[in-house]
């Protein structure tokens, strides 16, 4: 809109100062200034009627172009000076239309037809052909460089403008898999958490209960009662677990003391449930981030939950190591063991294995049936900040 409203400016004062340089300049006859400032009215209502439209959509570009042509050849004859009518004609011609052949083809015809204007109005003698002829090829010399410079540059900045809607669009794309991948990691994040706390609480929780009904039918009643405070306590921990997956919070196992403290905590009551002795090994391990304790505590519970369902052992050790730039974590028992080639339904490994990749970490099983099963995940580590 802003740029019609110049085009109108501009051409407003073109046909402002034509119409002044045909009242006062040389006209053959009051005839051709009358035919000058009706011509002049014929191009202000074709452009008001036909122009803009072609400036603006391209439509009805031919009937304005033949319009602009012999008016200006017209314009011409009737007063030369007036031939300053090409300094708005030209680029028009190259605006209304959409490619620059038909712009070019309608240069040459406004050259011709203001060069008949001219030999009409000065004759054809020798010098006003040369004169009409320096005149002119100057003017289409000049109309043709500045058209094709203004349409390369108009092309290009098409072309600007069709790859930045192309990288709009992909980066919208890309902000769309960006929030599906975030909202499927965070499922795989609850998943893993989920699975490495709350499943495995439950887990024993069921399992305790089992072997609670079990001491109260053969009349155990002491040792069903010792059960049950285990079994409430397992609740409560279960509880507080979910509380802290809620609340986006620390594992419940790491709100006080560092890595070690929590796996003994972890180790004491896995072997209060189970009766399996579990013992902690820390070798040289010094303080170490936080998310990389939580990796730590959730490969160690995982480890021992495995026992729990699948060794039927009677001992088990968590070993803790410090290396150069990493930290291993063993997790060993001596119960019955498993084929480590063959596949596996449960979601226990697999979620070992992505928890450990998220963090470059690998994890390593050996497994036969005299010696156990031997857990070993190797985890990269820095500093704590």
């Known amino acids: 809109m802003t740029g019609q409203r110049w085009w109108h400016v501009c051409f407003g004062a073109t046909i402002a100062v034509v119409a002044v340089l045909g009242s006062i300049d040389w006209t053959p ?27 603006r959509d391209g439509r009805r570009a031919i009937a304005f172009s033949v319009i602009l042509i012999v008016a200006s050849g017209v314009i011409v004859a009737c007063s030369p000076n007036a031939a300053i009518i090409q300094s708005i004609v030209f680029p028009l011609l190259w605006c209304v239309f959409d490619s620059r052949r038909p712009s070019i083809i309608a240069t040459f015809l406004l050259t011709v037809s203001v060069s008949v204007g001219f030999f009409s109005a000065i004759g054809t003698s020798p010098a006003a052909i040369a004169q009409t002829l320096t005149i002119e090829s100057i003017s289409l010399v ?32 890309l902000a769309a898999l960006n929030r599906e991948s975030g909202i499927t990691s965070e499922r795989e994040r609850l998943a893993r958490e989920i699975h490495d706390t709350i499943a495995q609480d439950l887990t024993a929780l069921v ?3 089992q072997r609670t009904q079990r001491e109260l039918a053969a009349g155990k009643t002491s040792i069903a009662v010792e059960q049950l405070t285990i079994l409430e306590d397992g609740a409560r921990n279960a509880l507080a677990e979910t509380r802290a997956l809620v609340a986006s919070a620390a594992p419940v196992g790491l709100t006080s003391g560092h890595i070690g403290d929590a796996l003994h905590r972890l180790a004491k009551r896995f072997s209060r449930e189970t009766g399996v002795t579990v013992v902690v090994d820390l070798n040289d ?13 959730r490969i160690a519970q995982e480890g021992l939950a495995n026992v729990r369902k699948h060794a039927d052992a009677t001992a088990a050790v968590i070993e803790l190591t410090a290396e150069p730039g990493a930290v291993r974590l063993t997790v060993r028992d001596d119960g019955r063991g498993f084929d480590t080639r063959a596949g596996t339904d449960g979601f226990g490994l697999s979620g070992m294995r992505d ?20 857990l070993v995940a190797l985890l990269p580590i820095a500093a704590p900040s």
């Open 355 to 374: 928890r450990l990749a998220l963090v470059d970490g690998t994890l390593n099983i050996s497994s036969s049936a005299t010696a156990g099963t031997s």
């Open 207 to 209: 399992m305790l209960a």
């Open 29 to 55: 006859s009051p005839a051709h200034r009358i035919a000058l400032w009706v011509t002049l009215a014929i191009l202000v209502v074709a452009y008001f009627t036909l122009g803009r439209v072609a400036l």
């Open 285 to 297: 391990v010094t303080a170490i981030h936080r998310d990389a304790e939580v990796v730590l505590l």
């Open 142 to 173: 000049g109309s043709l460089a500045l058209g094709l410079w203004i349409s390369q540059i108009a092309e290009l900045s098409h072309e600007r403008k069709r790859l930045l809607d192309e990288l709009t669009d992909t980066q919208g794309q």
